[in-house]
């Protein structure tokens, strides 16, 4: 079992940064894809990036390119999201989670999730 746990989540105003965390507890992120996901209110919840924890590729949609950097720190065995020049229509609830091996941009394909963090940015 993996229990994963986001944080970093808040209120900011457009063009300001913000980075998410995501801890992982129970098992290292070794072998697994870990990915990040977002739901905007009224939405389903969608792919946002995803890294191959062994070979360190990231791979994000093409909303996020640029904006978005996903990041990995093996000896804490956390991930991160680093959002620049956020905008409004980011505010979503920013979930992290984690598949064995090959990841996947399919919200399906993951078998752990943690509890979500809330991302409000101000117009």
């Known amino acids: 079992q993996v229990q994963l746990v986001e944080s970093g989540g808040g209120l900011v105003q457009a063009g300001g940064s913000l980075r998410l965390s995501c801890a992982a507890s129970g098992r290292t992120f070794s072998n697994y894809a870990v990915g990040w996901f977002r739901q905007a209110p009224g939405q389903e919840r969608e792919f946002v990036t995803y890294?191959?924890?062994?070979?360190?590729?990231?791979y994000s949609a093409n909303s996020v390119k640029g904006r978005f950097i996903m990041s990995k720190d093996n000896a804490k065995n956390m991930v991160y999201l680093q959002i620049n020049s956020l905008k409004p229509e980011y505010t979503a609830v920013y979930y992290c989670a984690a598949r064995f091996r090959r990841p996947s941009t399919s919200v399906d394909a993951y078998d752990y999730w943690g509890q979500g963090t809330q991302v409000t940015v101000s117009s």
């Open positions: 890294i191959s924890w062994s070979s360190g590729m990231v």
